[in-house]
């Protein structure tokens, strides 16, 4: 084993929030964990993709935004004081000859864990892009997959494509932001949430969005930068329409792909990690564990809160793992407190015992 090589007890693969609350489950554990993420900062899709987004089913947060939760599980996980690795994708696994793993990432940094969490959402991410010849040219002039933040759009004149939540979302979104917002989309139905739908009906009507349906960009149009779209209407007469604008915003989804993980000998199932729901969402490698996302199982949610469920018995089953002999009795934290491994300690007042009567 290498004198650099970054040791800990769980390595967990995947910096968004379910990666992230496995740091804390751990910590009341007292095991020490370290996060490896392709992205360049924590959050995964909620930092990467729809930071300004909010959020509506995290118990107890009525409504917040995508950044904000990642912000908040970043001060829970402070305490216990995780390493990253980020910028890197864990590439290979070497299981040891005594059950614990070495996982080298993408740029060669190695890795030594006990337990391995993988918390990779639905994987790394590629855009669906249109088939609009020579498209590349205005990657970033104008030309953009995702939005990582609105204000880009600040009083400009937006296209944006697409027929689900995004799409429906952002529009709502930059109604009030950009000057003008034109929604396209080649049917007329939408997959997105009926509310959305009706909301963007209702700017429709109070000429807040422009709506062309059922039509489709087959063209951009502009020198260096985007200048223009050229759509065609999927009428009878399929006329061609061409629509001034400074951005143009397809989207279409993101397709997922495992990447390297695939690789690692794990049973697969339709690009997700196949796992035992019933005990510790563990993968047919013991000693590997897939929660949130990226795994699938009889009965499985893609939601966030899930996630955090699937955390917090990876733990206790990974800390089995680590500790055979040892057993954890749980303690809530309005009990017992929560002890940071940087010597800060939460606990609730202690009731103030005091003598009533006659002195």
């Known amino acids: 084993m ?21 740091v804390f489950e751990a910590g009341l554990l007292k095991l020490k964990c370290h996060i490896i993420d392709a992205l360049a900062q924590p959050g995964g899709q909620c930092s990467e993709l729809y930071p300004k987004k909010p959020i509506y089913d995290i118990p107890g947060f009525p409504e917040v935004l995508a950044g904000d939760l990642v912000d908040n599980l970043m001060k829970q996980i402070e305490p216990f004081q995780p390493g990253f690795t980020l910028g890197e994708r864990a590439q290979t696994i070497e299981k040891q000859d005594d059950g614990s793993f070495i996982v080298t990432t993408s740029k060669g940094t190695q890795h030594h864990a006990k337990v391995v969490a993988i918390a990779g959402g639905l994987g790394s991410f590629e855009p669906r892009k249109p088939t609009i ?20 759009y600040r009083d400009k004149k937006v296209v944006i494509a697409g027929g689900g939540d995004s799409a429906l979302d952002w529009s709502i979104f930059l ?10 989309h080649r049917r007329e139905e939408f997959r997105g949430a009926l509310d959305s739908v009706e909301k963007v009906q209702d700017l429709v009507d109070e000429n807040k969005i422009r ?13 260096d930068k985007v200048e223009s779209v050229l759509l ?15 951005a143009f915003i397809p989207l279409f989804g993101l397709a997922p792909k495992l990447g390297p993980i695939a690789d690692w000998g794990l ?28 795994n699938t199982y009889p009965g499985k949610l893609k939601l966030i809160l899930c ?27 309005t ?9 800060s300690r939460k606990e609730a007042e202690k009731a103030v015992v005091k003598k009533i009567g006659n002195h």
């Open 211 to 223: 709506l062309v349906t059922p039509a489709e960009v087959l063209d951009i149009k502009g020198e």
């Open 232 to 246: 065609q209407h999927n009428d009878k007469a399929k006329r061609m329409e061409v629509i001034e604008c400074d």
């Open 133 to 152: 010849e020579g498209i590349e040219k205005y990657e970033d002039n104008g030309l953009a997959y995702m939005i990582k933040d609105p204000e880009v």
């Open 335 to 343: 009990v017992g407190g929560v002890n940071g491994f940087d010597g």
């Open 2 to 22: 290498t004198q650099d090589m970054i040791t800990t007890d769980i390595l967990i693969i995947g910096a968004g929030p379910t990666g992230l609350f496995t």
């Open 175 to 184: 109604a009030d932001v950009a000057a003008e917002v034109t929604l396209v």
């Open 307 to 333: 996630g955090f469920h699937e955390a917090t018995l990876m733990c206790q089953s990974a800390y089995q793992r680590i500790f055979p002999d040892k057993r954890y009795v749980m303690k809530y934290t």
């Open 267 to 294: 049973e697969i199932e339709k690009n997700a990690i196949k796992v035992d729901n019933t005990l510790d969402y563990q993968t047919n490698i013991p000693g590997i564990y897939a929660i949130g996302d990226v």
